[in-house]
């Protein structure tokens, strides 16, 4: 198994920028971890992902604004979110795949709102 556990969010201005973190623990090996959002409304989406080797991919909305990194040592995933917009307030969840386990992990959540 894998539990995951967010920290950071909050409440920043458009155009600033904000740090989420994630922790990993469990006995199951992760092979792929990152975040998803679900605004209001709206289905939950893929953000971001990084696999084990650093490899990266991210969601044309977020692209040059955020930034994903891994510390497979610390288990632990962050994302750098900068020039944020109204349209990035949302429950970010830390997500992590087990290749181990052959299925996928969601945290808690973490709410983020873009607001003036």
């Given amino acids: 198994q ?8 909050g409440l920043v201005q458009p155009g600033g920028s904000l740090g989420l973190s994630c922790a990993a623990s469990g006995s199951a090996s992760i092979y ?20 084990s080797g ?17 510390d497979n040592a610390k288990n632990t995933v962050t994302l750098q979110m900068n020039n944020l917009k109204p349209e990035d307030t949302a429950v970010y969840y830390c997500y992590a ?4 386990m052959s ?4 945290g808690q959540g973490t709410q983020v709102t873009v607001s003036s």
């Fill in 2 to 9: 894998v539990q995951l556990v967010e920290s950071g969010g």
């Fill in 32 to 51: 792929v971890m990152g975040w998803d959002r679900q605004a209001p409304g709206k289905q939950r989406e893929l953000v971001a992902r990084v696999g």
């Fill in 54 to 70: 650093g490899t990266t991919y991210y969601t044309d909305s977020v692209k040059g604004r955020f930034t994903i990194s891994r």
């Fill in 97 to 100: 795949y087990s290749a181990t």
């Fill in 103 to 106: 299925r996928n992990y969601w």
